[in-house]
């Protein structure tokens, strides 16, 4: 007689299984009606983990500007910092987009702030006339910036900055960042603050009394200055740089320029081919030594940049 009611018991059982099998925890999935802890903030050390080798054009895209006009990579601008993006508008403006310099947030102007973004990141944004940057602030203080501008003209260039850093921050959440893979004779890879000193700086005639402000995160350049006066050593990337007088046994060339407001000169000498940027072709790594100095002496700012080079040269990878 009590047959009958073991069928309705083992489906009510059966039942309760596939209950507790649909709601129980399955590889990291949440139990029915449990809350998902909020995801952890995104620093820029879990990002991009070596700040030195990460591959700024991995960073944007010429598809990312098709709602602005039509859009193709440029050379880079004698820097490993940034990827260049040339924009052709509508309207027929020329905008040049630098995208991914990283820089310290501690070290720059106050800016606007400009929108919030998931995960503890936020964008800020100066514009200025025909110049607009923004920059992607994580929370560990790092900062990835967009920097647009047209030349000669003062249109507004924001909108086409925040199509760059649009594209950015979707890299960044979707984990797409990538890295250089340099040869072992690479510049990617120097530390110009490792190979030029204080001590070296201060014992060349006229630059006595520099200071390094900061170090900056991707170890590509290195900063001095005081007063009227700066030094900047560098690991860039250009079109070969045309010779002239060798500097310690390196082909080097010297760019002296005099202008009202102060004097420079460049020091530069080229290396192996760099051929990272899609498109862009007769590129080389250079290793440069930039000194500015008061208007009327573009010659002592060229004897000062070639001091630094001797002492620099000697420490560079065979090509």
């Not at 309760?16 to 909020?38: D, F, H, I, N, V």
């Not at 060339?253 to 192996?272: F, K, M, Q, W």
């Not at 498109?279 to 630094?308: F, I, K, N, W």
């Amino acid at each position: 007689m009590s047959k009958p009611a073991v069928l309705p018991r083992v489906i009510a059982v059966v039942a309760l299984m596939a209950l507790s099998a649909c709601t129980s925890r399955y590889g990291g999935m949440p139990t029915a009606g449990e809350t998902l802890p909020e995801p952890k903030e995104l620093t820029a050390t879990s990002v991009f983990e070596d700040l030195t080798t990460v591959a700024p054009c991995s960073l944007t895209d010429p598809s990312a500007f098709d709602t602005v006009g039509s859009a193709r990579y440029g050379e880079p601008e004698l820097t490993l910092d940034y990827c260049t993006i040339l924009v052709e508008t509508a309207d027929d403006r020329s905008v040049t987009v630098n995208v991914g310099l990283l820089e310290e947030l501690a070290t720059l102007p106050e800016m606007d702030h400009q929108r919030d973004v998931e995960r503890g990141l936020w964008v800020g944004q100066r514009p200025d006339g025909s110049t607009c940057a923004q920059l992607l602030v994580f929370p560990d203080g790092i900062t990835v910036e967009v920097y647009a501008y047209e030349s000669p003209n003062d249109a507004d260039t924001c909108e086409i900055a925040e199509a760059a850093m649009n594209h950015v921050i979707q890299v960044v959440l979707d984990g797409h960042v990538t890295h250089r893979e340099p040869a072992l004779n690479s510049f990617v890879t120097l530390d110009p603050c490792g190979l030029i000193t204080d001590e070296d700086v201060a014992a060349v005639p006229g630059l006595t009394g520099m200071r390094k402000p900061y170090d900056y995160p991707g170890k590509h350049k290195c900063r001095w200055a005081r007063e009227g006066a700066g030094v900047v050593v560098a690991f860039g990337a250009g079109r070969p740089p045309a010779t002239s007088q060798p500097v310690a046994g390196r082909p080097t060339a010297t760019n002296p320029v005099d202008l009202p407001e102060r004097s420079y000169c460049t020091v530069e000498t080229g290396h192996i081919p760099f051929t990272e940027v899609p498109g862009v072709a007769d590129q080389v790594e250079l290793a440069s030594v930039y000194v500015h100095m008061p208007p009327g002496q573009a010659t002592a700012a060229c004897t000062a940049a070639r001091a630094l080079a001797e002492a620099l040269w000697p420490q560079l990878p065979a090509a």
